[in-house]
């Protein structure tokens, strides 16, 4: 079956400190995963996502995620936090099994808290 | 530049009422969507189209009806309203292919008593 997993219900970092937010993912085939943030009582806001190539994607606001076929992973980094990065952050992977409509997968987001 | 407008944005529902909540695109995408929120659950997908009169049950469908008359637009209709509906609300829309960006309006956020 396909899944998401993201390991961490929350994830604590001082300003300034680099941060991670993990992901795990199963499914058949090339994976296509994203990330997306929620600001408190906001929509979903695109991040960044891979589809093929560079292993390493930059996406917005500084984040930048790293694909790992072998740990079947795509953590979400960032080298400096700030606190207005605090927020709720989900990992998606896409639905291979959709016929054809582009579905995600979500997991269950990770709420991100940086402390000045 | 306006994107995915959901309304409202918030609603207080009495068991067994009904309620459309509205949802529209500027970006001609032929995709659209509607997803759940709910704690430590992520986002489930309820009903999705994949263009002007074509609609699809997704993993959560009961209690809830689409339409899609237009590109534009595609209201969820919550039938009669039961507490297991409250919920933050998503819809969303794409261009069609696979990989293809999703964006997700500000949300609904809906609470039956």
């Known amino acids: 079956a396909q899944s998401v997993a993201q390991p961490e219900d929350q994830v604590k970092v001082a300003e300034g400190n680099p941060l991670t937010v993990k992901c795990t993912y199963s499914v058949s085939g090339n994976p296509y995963l994203f990330w997306y943030v929620q600001y408190p009582n906001r929509g979903l806001q695109f991040l960044l996502k891979y589809i093929t190539g560079d292993n390493l994607v930059k996406g917005s606001y500084g984040f930048e995620a790293e694909f790992n076929k072998s740990q079947t992973s795509f953590h979400l980094k960032k080298p400096s936090a700030l606190v207005s990065d605090s927020a709720l952050y989900f990992c998606a992977v896409r639905d291979v099994f959709s016929g054809g409509y582009n579905k995600l997968i979500f997991g269950a987001g990770t709420r991100l808290a940086v402390h000045p | 530049n306006a994107g995915v407008t959901q309304t409202p944005k918030f609603q207080v529902l009495k068991t067994g009422q009904s309620m459309t909540l509205q949802c529209a695109q500027d970006?001609?995408?032929?995709?659209m969507s509607w997803y759940r929120q709910d704690p430590g659950m992520g986002l489930r997908l309820i009903h999705y189209s994949v263009g002007a009169g074509i609609t699809d049950q997704g993993e959560v469908p009961n209690g809830y009806n689409v339409s899609r008359s237009t590109t534009e637009d595609f209201p969820l209709r919550l039938l009669s309203a039961a507490p297991s509906q409250t919920s933050v609300y998503f819809c969303?829309?794409?261009?069609?292919?696979?990989?293809?960006?999703?964006?997700f309006g500000e949300g609904s956020w809906l609470t039956v008593v």
């Open positions: 969303a829309s794409s261009y069609g292919a696979d990989g293809n960006t999703i964006y």
């Open positions: 970006m001609n995408h032929e995709y």
